[in-house]
C-alpha cells in the first residue's frame, strides 16, 4: 500500500457480517500493484443503518464500495442509479460514485462470467443446468440467458422459486431475444427427465455442501453426474465441494468459485478507478487469495 496520505481514496465494503472477507486482500493488491493511492476497508453496517451509511459514504467522498449479505437487495432503494442487469436481477454488491450519488452494479454476474471465459468455458448455444433458485442461481440463470445460451433447466428443491425464476428470466430475456423460452424450471427430484444423450455444464448455486458441511451435495445421484462434462461451484470454501468430486468421479472437469470472487473484485476495482487491469495482475492477486485459503489448485 501507498503511504496514506491527503491523496488516499477510500473504498469498502458494507456488509453484516463482514470480518471473513476476502475484499481487502483483492483491492489492496490490485493498488499496490498499481501503484495506486487507495486503500479498501470492510464497514459493518448493523440492520436498519445502510441508508445512513451510503449517504455517510457519499457525504465523506468514498469512491466505491462492495455490497455484501444481507444488503444487496435493499440497497437499490439508496441509489441514484441501476444498472439495467443489476436492476433485472435484483441485487447489486458495487456502488460507484458518480455526480449526485452511487450507481449500483452487479459484479458477482460479471465475476461469474470472466472465471468461465478463464477456464474456457462458453454459454453461448449450450444447454446448462443451474442448481438451486436463491440470489445466486438468480444471478446465473440471467447471465446465461444473456449471453444467448440455447437452454437453462433450473433445478430447485422448492418449485416455486425456480418457476417464478424461470418466468422472469424469459419474459426479459424474451423482450431481447424473441424465440422460444430459455429457461425450464423443475424440481430438484425431478432431474431425471433432463435428456441423457448430450452433456452438460452445470453451475452448482445452491448452499449446500459450504464449509461446514463439507460431506453434503445438493445431489448425490451419480446417474445425474453421468450427463455432465463441467461442473462449476459457486462455492470456494471448501475448494473442493463434494459436487466437484462427484463430477471428476464420472469424468467431467470440476471448478470452484474463488475465479468468481476474484473477477468480481477486478470489475468493481476497474469501474471504481476507470482502469482496466491485465491477466497476469489478476492472477497474482488470485495466487494471494490462495495463499490466504491454505490451497493451491
Ligand atoms: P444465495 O443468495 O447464496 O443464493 P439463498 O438465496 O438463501 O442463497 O438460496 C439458497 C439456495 O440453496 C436455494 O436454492 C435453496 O433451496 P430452496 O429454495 O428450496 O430453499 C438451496 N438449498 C439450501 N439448503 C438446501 C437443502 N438442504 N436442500 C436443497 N436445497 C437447498
Redesign the pocket.
Known sequence: MERIDGHTRLCGLIGNPVEHTMSPVIHNTLAEKEGRNMVYVPFHVEQGQLASAVEGAYALNVLGLNVT?PYKGEVIGCLKETDAMAGQIGAVNTLVRTKGGYKGYNTDMMGLYRAMCAEGISLEGEEIII????????AAAFLCASKKAAKVYLL???SG?AEQIAEEVNRAAGKAYPGKPCVCPMR?DEHGKIPSDRKYLAIQ????GLYPNVE?A?LTDSDFYRKIHTGFD?IYRPSQTRFMAMVREQGGRAFHGLKMLLYQGVTAYELWNDTKIEEKDALAVYGKMKEEMGIDE
Open positions: 449479505v442448481l438451486g433458485a436463491g440470489g445466486a442461481a438468480r430447485n428443491r422448492t422459486k430438484m448455486a445452491t448452499s449446500v453434503d445438493v459457486l
